[in-house]
C-alpha cells in the first residue's frame, strides 16, 4: 500500500486558477493590493495604494483592449494582473498594472501564470510591448520581470499618475 501524500507544493499548484475579474472580486482585490503595498512599505502616495481606480478594477478593465485577471487558489483570492492601455503610451504598448499576490501564493509558480496569461493576452491583442512602473520596495517582483525578458528604462512612459514609482521597464513582444 503506498501511504505516500502530495507535497504542500504540489497540491497547491494543483489548485490554482486565473481567471477574468468580476464584479463582485472588487473589494477583495482592493484590499489585498493596500496589503501587500502596506507589507513592503510602499503604501505611499503616488501608487495605486491611493487610486480610486483600485476598489473598482472590474469597471475600470471593461474595454476592448484591457483585462484583468483574478488568481485564485483553493478557490480564494490571492491576487491578480492586467494589461491596461494606459494614456499616453507609444502606438502599440500596453501596460503590465495592478500585479500583487498574498504571500501564501508567492513561491507557487502562479506570478509567472498570471505575468504569462497577461502577456500572451496583450499579444493576442496585438500589442507589441507590454511597459510596467514599480518601485524598488517591490524589488522581488522586479527580477521575475526581469526573468520575464522586461529592460529598464530611463524614465516613464504614458500617464498613469503613479509618480511614486521609480522603476520603468518595457518589454517587446514581437519584432517592431
Request: glycine residues 10%.
Amino acid at each position: 500500500m503506498d501511504n505516500s501524500q502530495p507535497s504542500k507544493t504540489s497540491a497547491i499548484l494543483n489548485d490554482m486558477a486565473v481567471q477574468e475579474i468580476k464584479p463582485a472580486d472588487n473589494v477583495e482585490l482592493a484590499l489585498i493590493i493596500r496589503e501587500v503595498l502596506t507589507e513592503f512599505g510602499a503604501n505611499k502616495p503616488g501608487t495605486v495604494y491611493f487610486d480610486a481606480t483600485t476598489d473598482a478594477l472590474y469597471e475600470l478593465f471593461r474595454r476592448d483592449t484591457a483585462v484583468y485577471f483574478v488568481a485564485r487558489m483553493n478557490g480564494n483570492i490571492v491576487g491578480g494582473a492586467g494589461i491596461f492601455p494606459t494614456t499616453g503610451l507609444p502606438s502599440g504598448t500596453c501596460e503590465l498594472v495592478k500585479m500583487y499576490l498574498l504571500p501564501a501564493a508567492r513561491g507557487t509558480g502562479l506570478a509567472q501564470k498570471l505575468i504569462q496569461k497577461c502577456l500572451d493576452t496583450a499579444a493576442a491583442i496585438g500589442f507589441t510591448h507590454v511597459y510596467l512602473e514599480t518601485m524598488p520596495e517591490l524589488g522581488r517582483a522586479v527580477k521575475v520581470y526581469e526573468r520575464f525578458g522586461f529592460k529598464y528604462l530611463d524614465g516613464s512612459l504614458g500617464s498613469s499618475g503613479h509618480f511614486g514609482c521609480n522603476i520603468w521597464m518595457l518589454k517587446q513582444l514581437t519584432q517592431a
